[in-house]
C-alpha cells in the first residue's frame, strides 16, 4: 500500500509518500498508524474531533471514499 500526502501533509510529513508492507484492514485503522508514525502534528492536521477533517481527502484506488459512501447512501 502507498500511502500519498499533498500540500500541508506533505509539510508534516516530510515525505511525499509511505509505502506500508502490512496494509491496514480499514482507514480508521490506517489513521492509527499514521498518527502513529508522524505523531500529533499530524492528527491535528487530518482530525476534527474523532473523525476525519472535512478538509482532508482519502483516495482508494482512485476513488473518493466519502463520495463513494454517499452514492451508496443515496441508493
Do not use: C, W
Not at 505523531?39 to 484506488?61: C, F, H, Q, T, Y
Not at 473518493?64 to 447512501?73: G, M
Request: zero cysteines.
Amino acid at each position: 500500500m502507498v500511502v500519498r500526502f499533498f500540500a500541508g501533509l506533505r509539510e508534516i510529513t516530510r515525505a511525499d509518500q509511505l509505502r506500508l508492507t502490512d496494509p491496514p484492514a480499514d482507514v480508521a485503522a490506517l489513521v492509527q498508524v499514521l498518527v502513529e508514525h508522524y505523531g500529533k502534528p499530524l492528527r491535528g492536521a487530518i482530525m476534527s474531533g474523532e473523525g476525519l477533517s472535512d478538509a482532508v481527502v482519502v483516495l482508494v484506488n482512485g476513488h473518493n471514499i466519502r463520495l463513494s459512501a454517499r452514492s451508496r447512501h443515496a441508493a
